[in-house]
């Protein structure tokens, strides 16, 4: 089994940084994909950012130029920078990562979540 567990987040107000990480730990063969994802109050959960394990990233264009995403391989873990926040980047922030893993000695691509750690940026 994997298990993604979050640190980070918190209440910070407007203009501040905050961050977010996530490790990856378990029967891991390989991590493809990690990301970030967030969800606001009565909104649907969105893509804010990922990144590949050959590095390449992608942003949602509401965080560009404010958000960085970096990731350890050798760590299995990926990290969110959120500078210059503001009230609207509050909501619950959610870890994904796509995973491979053997089961039952096949080598297969799996989906897992964080529990999600909540960010609040106040006005």
């Known amino acids: 089994q994997v298990q993604l567990v979050e640190s980070g987040g918190g209440l910070v107000q407007a203009g501040g940084s905050l961050r977010l990480s996530c490790v990856a730990s378990?029967?891991?063969?390989?991590?493809?994909?990690m990301g970030w994802y967030r969800q606001a109050p009565g909104k649907q959960r969105e893509l804010v950012t990922s990144?590949?394990?050959?590095?390449?990233?992608n942003y949602a264009d509401s965080v560009k130029d404010r958000f960085t995403i970096s990731r350890d391989n050798a760590k299995n873990t990926v990290v969110l920078q959120m500078n210059s926040l503001k009230p609207e980047d509050t909501a619950v922030y959610y870890c994904?990562?796509?995973?491979?893993?053997?089961?039952?000695?096949?080598?297969?691509?799996?989906?897992?979540w964080g529990q999600g750690t909540q960010v609040t940026v106040s006005s």
């Open positions: 990144i590949s394990s050959d590095g390449s990233t």
């Open positions: 994904h990562s796509i995973v491979r893993i053997v089961r039952v000695g096949i080598l297969g691509e799996y989906s897992y």
């Open positions: 378990g029967s891991i063969f390989s991590i493809n994909l």
